[in-house]
């Protein structure tokens, strides 16, 4: 049917300054659509390394034919323009937090507007699930990029096949030691580079699609309606592959608080898209003139000999920034879990003295390499590799569509007449899919599954855990105004000023009653001090600060960050003069209370998720380092929980 397309060849002073502004504006905006070019589109830009030649070469190959073909092609197409374009670049972006975008963001969103109890919601569940399964494709993402990318030197020449692994793996070990020096500088090439990366594709794209313009037809969505009425079975199982050249459409709504809305949109419409559907015709171009010939690669294929080594160091370059950009955006949702309290205190370290973005969390990147390094030993080939990847990524996409529901009926209040048809067309597209790639579990679409269900584990067991240790010490506290009555007038008060943190806003702390019970004596200033995280991305300093006078030299002090943000709490106490006078550190000390769990038979959680709750809470990262306390000032004193 198809054969028949196919056989083409072929007042002034203020003018000036509101110019100069308009300039400066355009100037700045260019910047940051380069700069998104050089890190929101790494993963999806990647995709053309491996997409389409899994549809004809992967777990379930198609025959190569000229239906087929252009039937991928225009599955791709719509896929991008319905999923990429429509979903999350027109609508999706839109549900911004203070500007900040992600699974996270969105679920702070929801639950600030909508007063949904955190950690018992179905939806918040959910949600957290998508975070969960984004740690599988962070591992898969760096495996799959670099090994497909490095896979090009044996198209080059045969004989370099044994060097691929060690190359790849070389590779990756480089990139994951990096991450503690800082990537800033380096981050600054990631846009000039990128940019040269899809001028490159796209005109090897556009040279082969000049040899067999029929392949431009693709672009009518009857071939990919076509392809379903035909062969309705090999087009399901061909989603599982198509998928692929839509992943890491969920970073550029992660990652819209770094560039804003309008750069990301612009870069997606005006520069990547055409640069993406260039190549991939290309590719389909070149396998109607050359056939299995050319399905060992088709993307270095494009590129005559003499361009293809070339062209692998500047792809690798490409897959290097796709693992770059997916590995900070493990660091940064760490963050946030950390901030909503999903997850323990990690320590994190700063890479960049002006960004506040710039951040490394050294347990998080050791753990994501070892986990990379042990899917390229394990699965030895991009191909290979492809069937694990796509489950973690479509099903954070369908969990969206249940987000981006609950957004157009809660928060936005659309009327069901508008937002029905839009989401019924997302389930449906995201609901196929997801269903394409379970057909992947056995040959390895189990990986992310497993990653997912062990870290959701982990997320649900600590916030449940969390809460029910508060719970018991709240049980346990006893009233602010009979305490401040009864010590004020029995203890020994001594100068200085004493700061106990606790996580509870009423009760008196657990470590303001040991050491009455052991020193037997109060300071002159006592701050009772509570650290809360909004759900929001950012909290001004009008706001940071809310301080209750308890009397008899008390106080009641919370202070509250976004979180994006990151507790400075001496930082903080600088700017207060309220409680009679100013904080000076050598004056100051600090009281934390360390609690040691002890697993028991009350209801709450299994005895075997207390046990891992327990592990956690070990391992968890001092409340000194994580709140940045000077270390000279402060104390712990250790007490016993049952949960």
Request: charge should be neutral; charged fraction near 15%.
């Amino acid at each position: 049917m198809a054969d028949a397309f196919i056989s083409g060849k072929p007042g002034a002073h203020a003018d000036d300054e509101n110019s100069a502004h308009g300039h400066g504006r355009q100037k700045a905006t260019l910047k940051l659509v380069v700069g998104a070019i050089g890190i929101v589109f790494g993963d999806i830009g990647t995709s053309p390394l491996y997409a389409f030649r899994e549809t004809f070469a992967g777990h379930h190959p198609l025959t190569l034919d000229a239906d087929h073909i252009l039937g991928v092609i225009s599955l791709m197409f719509w896929s991008m323009m319905l999923v990429v374009t429509l979903k999350y670049v027109s609508i999706i972006m839109r549900a911004d937090n203070k500007g900040e975008g992600g699974s996270l963001a969105l679920l702070a969103l929801i639950n600030g507007s909508t007063k949904t109890q955190r950690w018992s919601s179905g939806i918040i569940l959910l949600g957290v699930f998508a975070t969960a399964l984004f740690y599988g494709d962070s591992m898969i993402t760096p495996a799959v990029s670099v090994l497909s990318a490095v896979e090009g030197l044996a198209v080059y020449n045969p004989d370099f096949a044994p060097a691929i692994l060690p190359a790849a793996i070389i590779i990756l070990l480089g990139l994951f030691w990096i991450q503690g020096l800082g990537t800033n500088r380096v981050a600054t090439l990631f846009g000039p580079i990128m940019l040269l990366y899809f001028v490159t594709i796209s005109s090897l794209g556009v040279l082969s699609i000049a040899q067999t313009p029929g392949i431009l037809y693709a672009l009518n969505p009857y071939w990919a309606v076509m392809f379903f009425v035909t062969d309705p079975l090999p087009a399901f199982l061909a989603l599982g592959s198509v998928v692929l050249a839509v992943t890491g459409a969920e970073a550029l709504y992660a990652d819209m608080g770094h560039f804003g809305r309008s750069p990301i949109r612009v870069s997606w419409l005006a520069f990547v898209l055409p640069a993406l559907m260039l190549n991939y015709m290309g590719q389909g171009a070149l396998l109607f003139r050359e056939g299995a010939a050319a399905l060992q690669s088709p993307f270095y294929n494009l590129a005559p000999q003499w361009a293809q080594l070339p062209l692998v160091g500047l792809a690798t370059l490409a897959a290097i920034i796709a693992s770059q950009a997916v590995i900070s955006g493990a660091f940064s949702v760490t963050q946030q879990a950390i901030q909503l309290g999903f997850m323990p205190r990690l320590r994190i370290a700063h890479t960049s003295a002006s960004t506040a973005g710039q951040i490394y969390i050294p347990l998080i990147n050791w753990g994501l390499m070892v986990m990379v390094i042990l899917l390229v030993l394990v699965f030895q080939t991009s191909s290979n590799l492809t069937a694990a990847y796509g489950i973690a990524v479509t099903g954070a996409m369908f969990i969206d569509n249940v987000l981006l529901t609950v957004v157009l009926y809660r928060l936005w209040k659309w009327k069901w007449y508008y937002a029905a048809p839009l989401l019924t067309l997302f389930y449906l597209v995201d609901g196929a899919y997801l269903a394409a790639n379970l057909t992947k579990v056995p040959d390895g679409g189990w990986f992310p599954l497993l990653i997912g269900f062990v870290i959701f584990t982990l997320l649900t067991t600590w916030s449940r855990g969390r809460k029910l240790m508060q719970d018991r010490l709240r049980e346990a506290a006893m009233p602010i105004p009979v305490f401040v009555a009864s010590a004020a007038n029995s203890a020994v008060r001594v100068s200085g000023t004493a700061v106990f943190m606790t996580s509870a806003a009423d009760g008196v702390p657990h470590a303001l009653l040991h050491n009455l019970k052991h020193n037997k004596v109060l300071h002159e200033r006592v701050i009772l001090l509570t650290v809360k995280i909004k759900d929001v991305p950012v909290v001004d300093d009008d706001g940071r600060c809310k301080l209750e006078d308890l009397g008899r030299g008390f106080f009641r002090l919370v202070l509250q960050y976004g979180f994006m943000q990151e507790p400075d709490v001496p930082a903080a106490l600088k700017n207060i003069t309220q409680c009679g006078q100013a904080f000076t550190m050598m004056d100051t000390s600090f009281f934390l209370a360390r609690q040691t769990l002890l697993p028991s038979a009350k209801p709450g959680m299994p005895v075997w998720r207390e046990k891992i709750f327990a592990w956690m809470l070990r391992n968890a990262e001092s409340a000194m380092e994580f709140f940045r306390l000077p270390t000279n000032r402060v104390v712990e004193l250790g007490s016993q929980v049952e949960i």
